[in-house]
């Protein structure tokens, strides 16, 4: 069927491929991932602002700035906003960039899923913080423990559903990265022969897979507690409070994984580059990400050491937490004599990555020490915790994820980002984050509790000091991340030009030009080694020592490949943003109980879905034309 | 977007290999709600338990939704045919045989209340209604599916040669009764036995 007759009409298709339409109907994942990361800015900041008002109030003893209700607010808000607003996302950020480009592909697998994905995320974000406007918001933790999180006092009827429209979007996009890099890689890029960060993409989508549904029944059970009479956790029948902590960390301990192992791919790429060296052991990077997939489901119990979960329990619990130490050390290794005898260039990634590698190790150290139980049941619920996940969350998740800012920025905009800044800025965040979440170690061992509203005065004068030192090291961070983020828009304007290749990389990203082309690779390579790109520029010598290959291989990789291949590129489309705004009367009804604006959102979903389903597609039929004669149906048979 | 399985690295069809990935999901879904339903078994609050369901009417209808996986691969065989009619013959029936099944629960729900067992009575009583609710719920999906594919292959939007999408929702359609086999057995026959003992 021809459609070009379809174009007009209702469902015709957007064509705009700039300006604003064509922002809000892109199905580029190059678009959408830089839409992720500039949403992840504003949620940063709002996370940031919170996090200072926290500490604010806890710069001295007995202090009341805020009311406990908002400090409740805010620590929660802080939480989810920190974990499910800045940290998934941005991975998310960086899988929709560089997943296409590293395994040679030209988008992915569903574009307008992605982009279906990207809206999800900005309208569950807005969602959540609109409970600020809308009678307070959440209140209960990011963990959301049943049964305050149903209780009347609770605002976590917003939290149930904002976090599980949060979930669809992850698990849409979980289905997207997951077929993607199975089903869409160039010809020769077998798995050994992936980058490590697609590797870890892969681990962390199918972590995300099967994670994301065990909250979402959480979360709806503490939904239908909370709004719809629900007697799930509700201890006056017999329920049990407990079913809910096993289903939140049952969610939750992957959910470590899935904020740690992007960061993890990504500095196993900026290290082998600014050392000059292959990863050292890029097998066991792999099997230990791998490993650490499947035994970040065995340890979730050990976030409930003082629940009534019984020693039997707690003892396996405490085995195999000790366990999934072994992986994440032999990573650490690895990183460590990648950089052994390299060339190392100190330039701002690699800084960053180099943080990332020492921080992640104190956190995980800390993390260790959780795993031995009366150690576990002394510092549960103090500052010692709080220290320990930001120790891997901070130090390690998000430098690793600056790290890889600084290092793709010049792809994405073909300019570099300021050295110096960035050097200040590395500087200062190191100093302003140890100078910050340390003395939590000593704080939390001298008994501060979580949660707390107030810092409690007869904790002594050495807690308060350290609560002290905490608060100015968030105004040093605060410091920072100014400096970071004039960085980031002056560089956007007046960067130096970084030509295509700034780091002499090693994977498939960098043989297109920077920034990105609308179509990725004119011709889609084939890979003959891992570390494609670097083979095409080196050869080796007898004593294994890299030559530059003398041809132009390295400048033009399209160089005399014919140009005579039509590109089909994924349309635009108006329906992912049109559907998913049936998420706002569908999340509102949920929360107040109102089932006609449930149905309402239902039935606009259901309607967006088969605009979707229905639109025309710009040139020829996207899926099997009817005219070219098929050889699909039989091939898919034989697929079977 | 080449969705031609030939270029594909795998050799499957995208949505095909997004389906089953979706469904690996599902189950976990699932199964969390199973084990929170085997959980409060016995928590009934002194509301109703185990003890109201009617097995035989249940089995009838189990019967109904197994025989619709049934119509369902004769209609991806008559899609693998090219046979358009014929595949939307046995669309109907899976279809229909989805709404007996759907009616069958509504029926039983309605029972059920009536005898007691509200959605706020126990935590047996929430985890019944939520788990076979959302069963329910995914059959429904699966009619609205199937129902759009009947009618978007007279529209033309989907052809003789695209029985790929004739498979993906049969793919989404078996798994539904697979779970409801599980369900069945683990929520209604077990219990029941053990009552009996």
Known sequence: MSSTTEQTGYAGRPRQRDGFVGWITTTDHKKIGVMYFITVLVFFALGGIESGFIRWQLAQAEQNVLTEEIYNQFFTMHGITMVFLVVMPLSAAFFNYLIPLMIGARDVAFPRLNAFSYWVYLFGGIFLYS???????????????????????????????????????????????????????????????????????????????????????????????AVFGGQFFEPATGGDPILYQHLFWLFGHPEVYIMILPAMGIISEILPVNSRKPLFGYAAVV??????????????????????????????????????????????????????????????????????????????????????????????????VVAHFHYVLFGGALFGLIAGIYFWFPKVTGKMMDEKLGKWHFWTWLAGFNLTFGPMHMSGLLGQPRRTAVLPGELGSTVELYNLLSSLGFVVLFGSALVFLYNLIDSTRNGEASGDDPWDARTLEWITPSPTPFENFHVVPTITHRDEFWHRKYAEDEAGRAIPVPAGAAEDPDAGAEHDEHIHMPDPSYWPLVQTLGFFPFGYGLVYGNFLLIGLGLAWLVIGMYGWIIEPVAEGDDDEPDDAEQVAPTATAGAH | MATDVATTTLGIDHRKLGMWTFLGSEFLFFGAFVSAYLLYLDTTAGGPGVEIFDIPFTSISSFVLLM??????????????????????????????????????VFEFNVFFREGLELSTSPFATSFYILTGFHGLHVFVGILLLGSLYVLSLTGKIKANQDVKTEMIGLYWHFVDIIWVVIFTVVYLIPEIAVLD
């Open chain 1, 131 to 225: 409970s600020f406007a809308l009678g307070g918001a959440p209140n209960g933790s990011w963990v959301g423990y049943a049964p305050l999180s149903t209780d009347a006092v609770s605002n976590m009827a917003f939290y149930a559903v904002g976090l599980n429209i949060l979930g669809v979007s992850s698990l849409a996009a979980a289905v997207n990265f997951i077929v993607t890099i199975l089903n869409m890689r160039a010809p020769g890029m077998t798995f050994m022969r992936m980058p490590v960060f697609v590797w870890m993409a892969l681990v962390t989508n199918f972590l995300l897979l099967f994670a994301l549904p065990i909250i979402a029944v959480a979360l709806f059970m503490l939904n239908v507690d």
């Open chain 1, 287 to 384: 099997f230990a990400g791998a490993a650490i997939g499947f035994i970040g489901f065995g340890v979730w119990a050990h976030h409930m050491f003082t629940s009534a979960i019984g020693p039997v329990a707690r003892s396996a619990f405490a085995l195999s937490t000790m366990f999934i130490a072994v992986p994440t050390g032999i990573k650490i290794f690895n990183w460590v004599f990648t950089m052994w005898g390299g060339k190392l260039r100190f330039n701002t990634p690699m800084l960053f990555s180099i943080g990332f590698v020492s921080m992640f190790t104190i956190g995980g150290l800390s993390g260790v020490t959780h795993a031995i139980v009366p150690h576990n049941a002394q510092q549960h619920d103090t500052y010692y």
């Open chain 2, 68 to 105: 619709s996986s049934l119509t369902m691969v004769l209609a991806h065989h008559a899609h693998t045919k090219g046979d358009l009619r014929r595949m939307r013959l046995w669309i109907l029936a899976t279809a229909g045989q989805g709404a007996v099944f759907l009616g069958g629960q």
